[in-house]
């Protein structure tokens, strides 16, 4: 019961993170990065794990998550793959940071 509630508010979060609200900094991560269309082939030399807020969305819907542990991980595995290809500096790093000011900001410990 609690993990289910507790998995709602989740969704919530992550709904929020996707928002048009954040329109202007959330699109580099709201679908899985297409190093062919991005041209970036050496993106997967960088990222190992790929996580995208659509993925994290779609998971939730389909219960795949037993705990918000869990989705905590994969959002912030989001903003890891974000700095490990896109340097300090570099537009689309700041954009990470930013929406992880706004999770951050909403995720209740
Ligand atoms: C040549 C090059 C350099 C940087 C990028 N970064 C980047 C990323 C990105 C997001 C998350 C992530 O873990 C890695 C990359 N998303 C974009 C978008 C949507 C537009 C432009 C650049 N973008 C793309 C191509």
Not at 13 to 21: H, I, N, P, T, W
Not at 30 to 53: G, H, I, R, S, W
Not at 92 to 98: C, E, L, Q
Request: proline share 6%; glycine share 2%.
């Amino acid at each position: 019961k609690k993990h289910q509630t507790e998995l709602r508010f989740a969704q919530q979060v992550v709904k929020e993170l996707m928002s048009k609200k954040y329109s202007s900094f959330n699109y580099p991560f709201l679908e899985p990065v297409d190093p062919v269309a991005l041209n970036c082939p050496t993106y997967f030399d960088y990222v190992k794990q790929p996580m995208d807020l659509g993925s994290v969305s779609r998971k939730l819907s389909n219960w795949e998550y037993e705990n918000v542990e869990q989705v905590e991980a994969d959002v912030r595995l989001v903003f890891k793959n974000c700095y490990a290809f896109n340097p300090d500096g570099t537009i689309v790093n700041m954009m990470g940071h930013r929406l992880e000011e706004v999770f951050n900001s909403r995720w209740v410990d």
